[in-house]
Nanobody, 128 residues
Framework: QLRLVESGGDLVPPGGSLRLSCTAPGFTLDYYAVGWFRQAPGKEREAVSCIMNIAHDTGYSDSVKGRFITSRDSTKEVVYLQMNNLKAEDTGVYYC?????????????????????WGQGTQVTVSS
């Protein structure tokens, strides 16, 4: 019954910024860890970030660290991925995913196998 909805994808020039949002209509999203993943054509889906439930600890892939920030507004029950200084290689379909799990050996980037519910994806294209 849990359903995730991503929004905010767009076409932006290199160096631009976007903010993606992830919501779970009718559910308390703060009960779930939420990860962001992306997949470019011809590439495997890769983990981008994770924000834990309740404590809101975060982790990032090396490729986005320092440029992307994931956060959550518990009042609005929204998880964000703020993407700054975008590069062409950031292009891809971005997915949010939710799961209930504790900190594991793969922290701070839990495997996609840890997540039970996925959104439909939103396209981010970085190009001039």
């Amino acid at each position: 019954q849990l359903r995730l909805v991503e929004s905010g994808g767009d076409l932006v020039p290199p160096g631009g910024s976007l903010r993606l949002s992830c919501t779970a209509p009718g559910f308390t999203l703060d009960y779930y860890a939420v990860g962001w993943f992306r997949q470019a054509p011809g590439k495997e889906r890769e983990a981008v970030s994770c924000i834990m439930n309740i404590a809101h600890d975060t982790g990032y892939s090396d490729s986005v660290k320092g440029r992307f920030i994931t956060s959550r507004d518990s009042t609005k029950e929204v998880v964000y991925l703020q993407m700054n200084n975008l590069k062409a290689e950031d292009t891809g379909v971005y997915y949010c995913a939710a799961g209930k799990f504790t900190y594991g050996m793969d922290w701070p980037l839990p495997s996609e196998r840890e997540y039970s519910v996925w959104g439909q994806g939103t396209q981010v294209t970085v190009s001039s």
